[in-house]
Nanobody, 121 residues
Framework: QVQLVESGGGLVQPGGSLRLSCAASGSIFSINVMGWYRQAPGKQRELVATFTSGGRTNYADSVKGRFTISRDNAENTASLQMNSLKPEDTAVYYC???????????????WGQGTQVTVSS
């Protein structure tokens, strides 16, 4: 079993910054992808950013240039630095990891509990 603990959400004014963190623990042999998704009220969950084990990052067009994902493979943590926040960034943000629990296992996907980000004046 794998546990994800997220932190860093909150209320911020437009133009402000927040940093989200995610720590994975449990039966982890390796993590292929660490990422962040978000879901706004009445909308589907959408990808925000991902970071592969090979060092490749991917961002939603709506956050490019404003958000930066980082990853610490030794600590099994990922962070999302969010700058120049806009009201439309308001959502519950979820950490996501694709994990192998042993060397030849298939990949399993786990989700965090979510952390609320509200951008409002």
């Amino acid at each position: 079993q794998v546990q994800l603990v997220e932190s860093g959400g909150g209320l911020v004014q437009p133009g402000g910054s927040l940093r989200l963190s995610c720590a994975a623990s449990g039966s982890i042999f390796s993590i292929n992808v660490m990422g962040w998704y978000r879901q706004a009220p009445g909308k589907q969950r959408e990808l925000v950013a991902t970071f592969t084990s090979g060092g490749r990052t991917n961002y939603a067009d709506s956050v490019k240039g404003r958000f930066t994902i980082s990853r610490d493979n030794a600590e099994n943590t990922a962070s999302l630095q969010m700058n120049s926040l806009k009201p439309e960034d308001t959502a519950v943000y979820y950490c996501n990891v694709d994990v192998r629990t042993y060397s030849s296992s298939p990949t399993f996907r786990y989700w965090g509990q979510g952390t609320q980000v509200t951008v409002s004046s």
